[in-house]
């Protein structure tokens, strides 16, 4: 059988997607390649000037791409709010909602909302951003959801009692957390639309190691330019291009093989690289409980609520 790969993705004409963070890496690559087959894709991004020019290196890629800049802040709840309703009130249906921004391994720093940083982007913007959204996704028929987790979430830890890290703060610790953040919260996602027999498709997605601009902001961030020479070194030999990191996100959003509540990542060495399979999250860290805790601290921290365990009767 022939590996899955970008010119596998089928027609997406007509469909209405949303990429956060879609001016760089993976994001750049996965609105490429829905909008190359057909879809009109909605760049999410904190940085108009940045969104602009990626969208001119993408209509010289992709002449006729149906694009569109819209300002996403996912630090601050207040622009992920104005987002949703400028989005709402231009578009009648969602058939694709690819949360895919992302901060790796910052110094501490603290979102608008007073949340650390990376929990709060990587995780919090985003489940408002779903929650805000999630009336349009479950009105469009056949729309997905995918989540794009890391490989690091092995190593998360999911610690409710010190969730912004005003104690101990460790920068790699708070970036594994809020991928495993991540993937509690796509399982949860999952199993609640289902018990509800809301038709909407819920996914995760991570890339292996793909070479983005990740590490070297983090290496700017920290201020530590040497690590960007380093990183651009490590990048060059053993990473994969961000184009193929972007398949295991396209694959999810568009392959008819996906399930509901699956995780999809590289099938190569240790999921570092290769075309997208079927992968599977630590089993240790995604109990029942974690999942539900943090779903409730989720509503709580950002003041948004959808399908709460009060409503799920
Ligand atoms: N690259 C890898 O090997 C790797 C591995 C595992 C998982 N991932 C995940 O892949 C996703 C994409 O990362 P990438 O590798 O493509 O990195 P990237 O090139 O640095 O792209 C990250 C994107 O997120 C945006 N972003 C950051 N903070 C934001 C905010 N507050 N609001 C809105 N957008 C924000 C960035 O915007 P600016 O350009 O304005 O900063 C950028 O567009 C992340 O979730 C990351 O955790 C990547």
Known sequence: ?????????????????????????????????????GAEVVMACRNKAKAEEAVDTLLK???????????????????????????????????????????????????KDGFEMQFGVNHLGHFALSAQLFALLRSTPGARIVIVSSMAHKFGNMDLDNLNWEKNYRKWSAYGRSKLANILFMLEL???????????????????????????????????????????????????????????????????????????????????RGHPVRVYPNNKKIGKDSRVKLWERSEELTGVSFLSNANLA
């Open 190 to 272: 999952a199993e609640r639309v289902d018990s509800k027999g809301i038709e909407l498709k819920v996914l995760a997605a991570h890339p292996g190691y793909a070479a983005s601009n990740l590490l070297e902001k983090g290496a700017e961030m920290n201020g530590r330019p040497w690590l960007i020479k380093a990183g651009h070194m490590v990048n060059s030999i053993v990473a994969q291009s961000t184009e193929m990191g972007a398949l295991p996100s396209l694959y999810a959003a568009t392959s008819e093989e996906v399930e509901q509540g699956g995780y999809y990542g590289p099938g190569g060495f240790n999921e570092m």
């Open 1 to 37: 059988m022939s590996k899955w790969n970008a010119g596998l993705i089928p027609s997406q004409e007509g469909k209405v997607a949303i990429v956060t963070g879609a001016n760089s890496g993976l994001g750049y690559f996965t609105s490429k390649g829905l909008a190359e087959n």
């Open 61 to 111: 890629d992709v002449p006729g791409a149906k694009l569109k800049v819209m300002e996403l802040d996912l630090s601050d709840l207040s622009s992920v709010k104005t987002f949703t309703e400028q989005f709402t009130k231009e578009y009648k249906k969602l058939d694709l909602l690819i949360n895919n921004a992302g901060l790796m391994a910052i110094p501490y720093r603290k979102t």
